[in-house]
């Protein structure tokens, strides 16, 4: 039997992943401290692996496909094919960012006030690419973790580092004083695999299944039977949302509608439906 070579990203990507594979239909189980977890498709062979290497594995061809961050390869330089922007949920809507950020007290205003400063990422090529765009010349060392505390205890002037809402830096009182590179999570795949007609089907059928679990995250359906003399009313209420489906039903006088929404909208629009 032919297999699917998946890349799932381990740590912090790892669980929300696996949920989303969940919604659409994919039940992993990941054992203990396992790299190898199990998956009800057969066709699949999944391996965990750190989102950082995952391009790299997926461009040398030791994968088919897998998931990742786009600032990784970007970080990786690697030539691969994005299949799906994956947006886990409503909340990460927005993408990620990859700022500078030194302390509030710095006397650092802008990159060019870098020139000669020391700074602390673990995106160091991303960040070199920056500097070299804005003729910056500065010394880029890797950090392994803990970064936003070396730019706080002085050990370095500046930091790159990946916030969503900026609080965690705030919170160890650093300012951002200019974007990187944004990221969001992709389904990537390798090129010769994509020649493959088996594996380009298996991997379009993921990329579909996935992208549809990620669309009906937080969405409901209505269902409402109307009477005629209300129905110019209530479409007049749902206009500004997608086309309702409308059916006849045995009573003549009355029609069927439904809809699907977004769960945010229901608690103020069904008290208008009901009126």
Sequence with gaps: MRKLKLGLPKGSLQDATIKVFERAGFKIYVSGRSYFPSIDDEEINPVLLRAQEISRYVEEGALDCGITGADWILENGSKVTTLADLVYAKQS????RWVLAVPERSLIKSVKDL??????????????????KNKIKADVEFSWGATEAKVADGLVDAVVELTETGSSLRAHKLRIIATVCESTTQFIANKKSLKDPWKKHKMGQISMLLQGAIAANNMVGLKMN????????????????????VSSLSNDKWRAIEIVIDERTVRTLIPKLKR
Excluded at 93 to 96: D, G, I, M, Q, S
Excluded at 122 to 132: A, F
Aim: charge should be positive; hydrophobic fraction near 40%; charged fraction near 35%.
């Design 226 to 245: 109307v009477e005629v003399k209300n129905l110019k009313r209530i479409l007049g209420l749902l206009k500004s949302l997608k086309n309702p489906t």
């Design 115 to 132: 020139r000669g400063k020391k700074i602390a990422t673990e995106i160091i090529n991303v960040t070199k690419r920056y500097l070299r």
């Design 93 to 96: 809507a927005v993408k990620v």
